[in-house]
């Protein structure tokens, strides 16, 4: 019923760019908070960014000024626009949503993960 889709990722070098997007099925329910999350090989899931349904944005400092969150949501859909991306910065990033559901409350929702490679 609900799934939420990365694409975008792959192979860049160092200080290059990258888009990635998230699509959200939802059947009929509403998207609230989305962000996105990276986990690289041997650590915890970090969070990276989120966006409220307004456009209020909030970014980790490892990723402030290099990267921009954005969402439509009339087409549900959240983006990541990366820049200047560092080695540092590989890892699987995950789509998170939380979606609404009158008189059900709400849920989380994770997206698969795409790969995210910065390299020379």
């Known amino acids: 019923q609900v799934q939420l889709v990365e694409s975008g990722g792959g192979l860049v070098q160092p200080g290059g760019a990258l888009r990635l997007t998230c699509a959200a099925s939802?059947?009929?329910?509403?998207?609230?908070?989305m962000g996105w999350y990276r986990q690289a090989p041997g650590k915890q899931r970090a969070w990276v960014a989120r966006i409220t349904n307004s456009g209020t944005t909030n970014y980790a400092n490892s990723v402030k000024g290099r990267f921009t969150i954005s969402r439509d949501n009339a087409k549900n859909t959240v983006s990541l626009q990366m820049n200047s991306l560092k080695p540092e910065d590989t890892a699987v990033y995950y789509c998170?949503?939380?979606?609404?559901?009158?008189?059900?409350?709400?849920?989380?929702?994770w997206g698969q993960g795409t790969q995210v490679t910065v390299s020379s």
């Open positions: 998170y949503g939380d979606v609404v559901y009158m008189n059900s409350g709400t849920r989380g929702y």
């Open positions: 939802v059947a009929g329910a509403s998207l609230n908070v």
